[in-house]
């Protein structure tokens, strides 16, 4: 695992927080698709074993729909969502780039994913979630 460091985020009121293993340099989907264009979702898919949930378990609910298979988790308290497991990356964790602590980001850039056609550009995601 070299080349990564510890990035640390969180909601809004702090109460569900967690850590990733990722690059100092980091690449950013933003999706256009009906959930992240409404919530301002910037896409960070790392493999489950690089996501640490450091507190909040209890404070956390689900939403699914469609397929049932992405997992969005919200914080009970704020609303936010600042993690999820998505459908493109089963197998990992979706961080949200707006909930990160920005003091290990050394450079990033951001690049649109057009979720609005999801069955056509999801497979363009499926290797984030992979160890390397």
């Not at 950013?28 to 960070?44: A, P, R, T, V």
């Not at 308290?77 to 197998?91: A, Q």
């Not at 964790?93 to 990033?108: A, E, P």
Request: glycine share 6%; net charge neutral.
């Amino acid at each position: 695992m070299s080349g990564l460091v510890t990035h640390k985020g969180y909601c809004h009121c702090k109460a569900v927080s967690w850590e990733i293993l990722a690059p100092a340099d980091l690449f950013i989907d933003e999706c256009n698709c009906s959930m992240c264009d409404l919530n301002g979702f910037q896409h960070i898919i790392v493999p489950r074993s690089r996501f640490t949930l450091l507190s909040g378990k209890d404070n956390i609910t689900t939403y699914t729909f469609n397929t049932h298979i992405a997992q969005h988790y919200f914080c009970k308290t704020c609303g936010v969502e600042s993690f999820y497991v998505p459908r493109s990356n089963p197998d990992g964790y979706s961080i949200n780039f707006r909930c990160l602590d920005r003091g290990n980001v050394k450079t990033y850039s951001i690049q649109p994913f057009d979720g609005q056609n999801w069955e056509k550009f999801a497979g363009k995601l499926t290797h984030l979630s992979k160890e390397a």
